[in-house]
């Protein structure tokens, strides 16, 4: 569509953020700046019981006809009643405009300020074209379902919303559609293969060639690279990254691209193939074209189930936090990869595009309060610079580095239990022994603030994107792999793998102060498994339970999981003595077996997690809703077995 007078007001949204009774938090994107009210109203007399102006919202300009609207309202707000919600526009109320988001009898968007986190959806890894269906479409029909009071008190994204390094083919020219559609920024780049955006979406290696286009380092790590031929390593280690996004405008499409249903109505997702595959004057290779066809139904059906994720998003209070696949895979892994990364101008701004849009897209909306005047004054001078000139590209690389030093990704959410969500990506506890050693997920100054958030608590939640206890046998491979000089080749980052951060944090289960429950709510891995944890040789033992549910559309590769599955059964056993040789001698580890056929701990299917916590704090439900609609739980073990 060449028209962009028939582009709908909303692009992408409203999600509904953050819900306290003090402040509330949308996200959405528009073709032209909004101007009306927004409308907060009591839906058991239908009153407006608050309004304020859409002028007091920041209005970001991403393009021509794309703005990025975060609407942070602050006030004084009922808590656990019915609420609806409205934004009056210049040309309607978006309820009107999108009906599509509304459930059955609603005549707007419903939703509770909920003081407590006792039924919470949770789940990571959500890749538009894996053919597993997507478990937010049948979240949503859960929730549609259900009664206002019933439904659960928000959603938690642990990573991965977005796939940056492993984008399909029907994707990557769907995201080049949105931006020439919206006019969204061009840019330039410094001692690049590239010059600017435009060259890259008129390259011949633009489609399934990215990789020849990604920069390298010379490998020194070890003493043979050294003394002989040097070892040249791609900087962007993901074995699928042959359509990696690159520019700033690439983020932001995909994200509208993967939140919404709009602009997908607007765009040719078989252009390319209509074109017999013909880009640059060069025909894609067999190959190329191959996968195309294998990636296209994949991403016909991801499109059918937006409307359904953007109406669930619509009404459930969402939090995210980023891990590696939202910027690049084995980012900030070793210490060896960042001094690579980030001493490379091109490789630097790549991630940095990732992290600007990681920022305006989930972090902001997480806890508006976290970000400073001063990433706002940044950001305004970069959007509103001339396009493919000097200042611009002063200013963009301004704001990437205040964002590479910016040490407050992390966040709480004030409920009962209190809820913490880790940043577990750019504080890391870096290895001082060898370059290519994994680095500890969090150093110890956050490990030290993220006790202190702990302190006085009888209960808590705690959002960690990898699993604090994995499954030990697919550690050990990975620690083998560590030792053989591969970090990466397995992604070998969990909280064990560095000394340091492993007993840093041991210690601050054992603390004395700590909380009575622990939930742990994780994600990475593709697959479910539900723990109970305890001290050894201590009575009063708090209860510690690691969760982990994903992906939301994604699977671990069979039948590898499968082996791994019956090798740790095997091996790890509670009174297993190989325990004493682990980093986590201290724990005993009881592992619940899912109510499915056979002896598989690991559930290896797309779902989202559902828990649903007594008033101690404790699980009283632990399951997962697949994407095929079946709820499969996890059922307490006895720990005298």
Same mark, same amino acid.
């Given at each position: ?10 692009l992408a ?9 003090k402040?509330?938090?949308?996200w ?6 909004l101007h009306?009210?927004f409308?907060?109203?009591a839906?058991?007399d239908?009153?407006v019981?608050f309004?304020?102006s ?6 970001? @300009? ?13 006030g004084?707000?009922?808590?656990n ?7 009056t526009?210049?040309?309607g109320?978006?309820s009107?405009l999108?009906s599509?988001?509304l459930y059955?009898?609603?005549?707007r968007p419903?939703f509770r300020i909920?003081t407590q986190a006792d039924?919470?959806l949770h789940?990571?890894c959500?890749n ?5 269906k ?15 009071s019933?439904r ?5 994204m642990?990573?991965?919303q977005?796939?940056a390094? /492993? ?5 990557l020219?769907?995201?080049?559609q949105?931006?020439?559609l919206?006019?969204?920024?061009d ?7 590239i ?5 890259? @979406? ?9 990789d020849k286009?990604?920069?390298s380092y010379?490998?020194t790590?070890h003493?043979l690279?050294r003394?002989?031929m040097p ?8 074995r699928e ?11 932001i ?6 939140w919404s249903?709009a602009?997908?109505?607007c765009?040719?997702v078989?252009r390319l193939?209509?074109? &017999?595959?013909i880009h640059?004057?060069?025909s ?6 191959h996968?195309? /066809?294998?990636?296209?139904?994949q991403i016909?059906?991801f499109v059918d189930?937006?409307?359904a994720?953007?109406?669930l998003m ?8 980023f891990?590696? /696949?939202d910027i690049?895979?084995d980012?900030?892994?070793?210490? &060896?990869w960042? /001094?690579a990364?980030?001493n490379n101008p091109?490789?630097?701004?790549i991630?940095g ?8 897209c ?5 806890e508006?309060?976290?970000f ?9 001078q970069?959007l509103d610079?001339?396009?493919?000139e ?10 990437i ?6 040490e407050?990704?992390?966040y709480?959410i ?6 913490v969500v880790?940043?577990?990506? +750019?504080r890391?506890?870096?290895?001082e022994?060898r ?9 110890w100054?956050a490990?030290?603030?993220f006790?202190?958030e ?8 705690v959002v960690?994107a ?21 970090p990466?080749l397995?992604?070998?980052?969990n909280w064990m793998?560095?000394?340091g951060?492993?007993?840093t944090?041991?210690s601050?289960?054992?603390? +004395? ?6 939930v742990i ?9 539900a723990?109970?944890?305890k001290?050894?040789? @201590?009575?009063?033992?708090?209860n ?6 994903s992906g939301f ?11 791994c599955?019956?090798v740790?059964?095997a091996?790890y ?27 598989r701990?690991?559930v290896n @299917?797309?779902?989202? &997690?559902?828990?649903?916590?007594d ?27």
């Amino acid at each position: 569509m060449s028209d962009t007078s028939q582009l709908p007001l909303v692009l992408a949204g409203p999600l509904l953020r953050k819900t306290t009774t003090k402040q509330l938090v949308f996200w959405l994107v528009t073709r032209e700046p909004l101007h009306g009210d927004f409308n907060l109203y009591a839906e058991a007399d239908n009153a407006v019981i608050f309004t304020a102006s859409l002028a007091k919202c920041q209005q970001l @300009r991403l393009g021509q006809h794309a703005y990025l609207v975060l609407a942070q309202f602050c006030g004084q707000f009922p808590a656990n009643v019915a609420l609806s919600y409205d934004f009056t526009t210049q040309y309607g109320n978006l309820s009107a405009l999108q009906s599509e988001l509304l459930y059955a009898g609603e005549s707007r968007p419903t939703f509770r300020i909920s003081t407590q986190a006792d039924y919470v959806l949770h789940g990571s890894c959500r890749n538009p074209h894996h053919p597993s269906k997507d478990a937010l479409v049948q979240a949503d029909l859960n929730v549609s379902q259900q009664e206002l009071s019933q439904r659960p008190d928000m959603l938690i994204m642990s990573g991965d919303q977005i796939y940056a390094d /492993h984008v399909a083919g029907p994707m990557l020219d769907a995201i080049h559609q949105v931006c020439q559609l919206l006019c969204l920024r061009d840019e330039v780049f410094d001692q690049a293969p590239i010059r600017s955006s435009q060259e890259l @979406r008129n390259h011949p290696y633009c489609y399934y060639l990215r990789d020849k286009l990604l920069p390298s380092y010379n490998d020194t790590s070890h003493w043979l690279n050294r003394v002989f031929m040097p070892k040249y390593t791609p900087i962007f280690s993901s074995r699928e990254c042959e359509n990696h996004l690159i520019s700033f405008s690439e983020f932001i499409a995909m994200y509208l691209l993967v939140w919404s249903p709009a602009l997908w109505q607007c765009i040719n997702v078989s252009r390319l193939e209509q074109q &017999g595959f013909i880009h640059a004057g060069q025909s894609l290779s067999k190959a190329a074209i191959h996968q195309w /066809h294998q990636e296209k139904p994949q991403i016909d059906n991801f499109v059918d189930g937006l409307t359904a994720t953007a109406r669930l998003m619509a009404h459930i209070p969402t939090y995210m936090i980023f891990d590696d /696949h939202d910027i690049t895979d084995d980012w900030n892994l070793t210490v &060896g990869w960042e /001094h690579a990364a980030y001493n490379n101008p091109f490789a630097s701004r790549i991630i940095g595009n990732g992290l600007i849009a990681y920022w305006l897209c989930q972090g902001w909306g997480n806890e508006p309060d976290n970000f400073p005047n001063e990433i706002w004054q940044l950001a305004q001078q970069y959007l509103d610079a001339p396009e493919l000139e000097p200042n611009s590209l002063t200013h963009h690389d301004n704001l990437i580095q205040y964002l590479y030093r910016f040490e407050h990704w992390h966040y709480t959410i004030e409920s009962s239990p209190k809820v913490v969500v880790l940043d577990t990506r +750019t504080r890391r506890w870096r290895s001082e022994s060898r370059m290519n050693k994994p680095s500890g997920l969090m150093d110890w100054e956050a490990l030290i603030e993220f006790q202190q958030e702990l302190m006085h608590q009888d209960k808590v939640i705690v959002v960690s994107a990898a699993p604090m206890f994995g499954v030990k046998f697919i550690e050990a491979l990975q620690k083998s792999m560590t030792v053989l000089g591969q970090p990466l080749l397995i992604d070998a980052e969990n909280w064990m793998a560095h000394p340091g951060s492993a007993n840093t944090l041991l210690s601050i289960f054992t603390h +004395t102060k700590t909380p009575s429950n622990f939930v742990i709510l994780s994600g990475d891995v593709h697959y479910s498994f539900a723990y109970d944890i305890k001290l050894r040789f @201590r009575k009063s033992s708090p209860n510690i339970y690691q969760i982990t549910c994903s992906g939301f559309k994604n699977q671990f590769p069979e039948p590898l999981l499968a082996i791994c599955d019956h090798v740790d059964r095997a091996l790890y056993s509670p009174r297993s003595p190989l325990n004493y040789l682990t980093k986590r001698k201290r724990l005993k580890v009881f592992k619940r077996d899912p109510d499915l056929a056979g002896k598989r701990r690991l559930v290896n @299917r797309s779902a989202i &997690g559902e828990l649903k916590l007594d008033s101690h704090g404790k699980p009283s439900q632990i399951s997962i809703l697949t994407g095929e609609g079946e709820r499969v739980s996890f059922p307490p073990i006895d720990q005298d077995l």
